[in-house]
């Protein structure tokens, strides 16, 4: 049963996914390993009683629509939920703009699936987020990528790869996963006046958003993009910006919801896409993460949230300062404001890969940056995750994986072996 | 953005769905209106209280872990249940054999994402499952197609069709979605020696095997493939079969659960198209699933929809021989042994479509036949739904059904108008 297609599928997605990330997301699971690797927030940051509450609620008073099939687009409660909090942000929509997804991993799957033909360019950040390239990939999507500072994506470099004529522009302006960077807002602004006048749509991935723990909340590209072009006064947005979100980060992932904000007529054709994906995504969950948002859990959360990520990443810094060698060492990583992870770079000629195999006889994990270039580079590059261990964990991680650094180094010539 | 793969797109899917389906599961909503439309389950059979008290246990005493994300594959525990239920069926299966899918939309949207090149046929009955149309129309799919009658597909017929070299069968051989038949036992046989001799693989979808109201239960194309194969030592099946179901019609379409069942080396690629297609199914959906089933919920809840659907089935039928012309006038429909749909056949010339205008004028829906068809026929034929209206809405939706028919044919022609 293989064809061209599955021969190039296999080629391109097993050795991202498999080699890396799965065979990681096991070692998660054994026990005596400190893992930065994964994604997961910290289950201690789940809002369980409030969401058996709100369940009991939900099946008590309207236990058959909940049980029962419900439209593609998502329940409208959820929605009307959603609107209200896009608001906040200055994202002035109208339900007729959001679609409801099975997490944002699905609103990465519908818009690969909608918007990529096999052979067509999408650009990138590099690095960018290892599971959008693997949506985007099955779908036969080539890249053309641009490199980031700690200001993101370096929108000088933009316009060459613009003439190329991509599909899309791809980005995660907030607290990037996984470098852990900001995209500063005059190269937002940037990018959303290149987007127009190459006419080049902008999907926008923001699934951590609402976490920052420091600084001040930049515009998402999606208002800029509405400020461009004033938007129409019925207050449905009709720009050039596909956004998207979720609650895995800010209520709990195993609900698997996220939503779309896109114009209307973007809308449309997800929500044909989504029919043929699944129907609809859990009518019961949506209503039930639409009671606990009533009752006021996501706000009560997204603050509990925050305190507890801000606290996890200084243990992280304050521990990397002590167990890492000197900058001048060419080891260096990033200061994330907000956000899931931070991003570590090794001086060149030191592969993470092979430091990750050291690192797991050292009982500690983290994830290999090559997979999340989508132009072969990164391999002297990490990413490590500091939501989910406790602060006595990070601090013991950290501590070992530093020792397995500097003795990769002292290998390599460059730290003087020490006695 | 529009696309040559868009414009494909827009021109089979939107035509199918938006007119059809779309249409008319927004006219169910219409309280007025007595629909065998749609495809919902009876609300009042959904297990509410006791699937309140699952979800209850779950979150009480695996909070952390129900809120939290989990394998794409699926919760362990679900599978080990769903083996069981398999095996009673005479489907011998290991966990490794499954996964859990959200719904089995969700299901026929990956095995054409791993299976379906653009262009690539796909043999169905005619007719066949809307969805399963849409979802391997979305990856560019054409189609051949074998009539069916009231023993399901024509095997006669079938080796002309394979000769044409699809990629694979897709069937529903159990009360088949839309037109209630059962595929028999010699024919299945057929199928599956033909599928072996040919080298192309089935794909059996079965979500309401269990719903069988009279008559024996008969062997699914995965039993039949393993006996032909003599199945392998460790349990673990290894043939030509991919097997579907699901628990929207057992337990309840809104939680969003189905399965697949097939050899372990196409549940890792579909594991891994779904990891890029969502993740994973909801971690908290999942784990209440396995503890109702663990509470005996789901056997409980077959045997009370059986009697349900079986009730309302035989209502329909006695309304259909009391309201609607003689077979001689070239009327007539199928007499399912289970499953949801009856199928109705018109005479030639009259068109459903035009029917339903009229229909929903005397306030009572149903689906047209054409949709279904994916060789362009069936404008003389459509689906009844007799599980979610409740027995006196299905006699006096039959009646008027019935009166609009009679109506027709007058105009026909067909039959004497009444004084």
């Not at 593609?72 to 409660?77: Q, V």
């Not at 990138?124 to 700690?150: I, K, N, R």
């Not at 996220?258 to 997800?270: K, M, N, Q, Y």
Request: proline share 6%; hydrophobic share 40%.
């Amino acid at each position: 049963m293989t064809t061209p297609w599955q021969h190039r599928f296999a080629q391109r997605t097993q050795r991202m996914t498999s080699s890396a990330i799965r065979e990681l997301l096991k070692l998660t699971e054994r026990p005596d390993i400190i893992s930065f690797g994964g994604g997961l927030p910290a289950p201690e940051a789940f809002p369980v009683d409030e969401i058996r509450a709100a369940a009991d609620a939900v099946l008590a008073r309207k236990g058959s629509t909940a049980l029962q099939y419900s439209t593609t687009e998502g329940c409208l409660r959820l929605r009307e939920a959603i609107v209200v909090q896009m608001a906040r942000y200055g994202i002035v929509v109208t339900v007729d703009n959001i679609i409801i997804t099975s997490g944002s991993q699905q609103a990465l799957d519908l818009i690969g699936k909608v918007l990529i033909n096999p052979g067509d360019r999408i650009l990138t950040e590099t690095p960018s987020y290892l599971g959008a390239l693997q949506a985007f990939t099955m779908f036969g999507a080539d890249y053309v990528s641009v490199p980031c500072d700690d200001d993101g994506m370096r929108t000088e470099l933009l316009e060459d790869a613009l003439r190329v004529g991509p599909k899309f522009m791809y980005l995660l302006p907030n607290f990037q996963n996984p470098s852990g960077v900001t995209l500063a807002l005059p190269r937002r602004w940037d990018l959303v006046r290149l987007s127009d006048r190459y006419g080049i749509p902008l999907v926008e991935d923001d699934p951590y958003g609402q976490l920052r723990y420091e600084g001040e909340h930049i515009k998402p590209l999606v208002v800029i993009d509405a400020e461009l072009r004033h938007a129409e006064d019925d207050g449905c947005y009709s720009g050039n910006v596909i956004y998207l979100s979720t609650f895995s980060k800010t209520l709990a992932p195993g609900l698997r919801l996220g939503w779309v904000v896109a114009p209307r007529a973007v809308i449309e054709r997800l929500v044909q896409a989504k029919q043929g994906s699944d129907l609809h995504t859990s009518t019961f969950v949506q209503m039930v993460a639409a009671e606990a948002i009533d009752r006021g859990v996501l706000d009560r959360n997204v603050k509990r949230v925050r305190e507890l990520y801000r606290r996890r990443r200084d243990v992280m810094l304050a521990a990397l300062e002590r167990a890492f060698p000197d900058p001048d060492m060419g080891v260096g990583w990033t200061r994330p404001q907000g956000g899931l992870f931070l991003w570590v770079r090794l001086p060149h000629g030191l592969d993470s890969l092979q430091l990750l195999t050291e690192a797991i006889e050292q009982r500690v994990a983290f994830v290999p940056g090559a997979p999340f270039h989508p132009d072969g580079s990164g391999a002297n590059t990490l990413r490590l995750n500091f939501s989910h261990a406790d602060e006595a964990h990070i601090d013991e991680g950290i501590a070992r994986l530093g020792r397995v650094v500097v003795r990769q180094l002292e290998r390599m010539g460059r730290v003087p072996a020490r006695a």
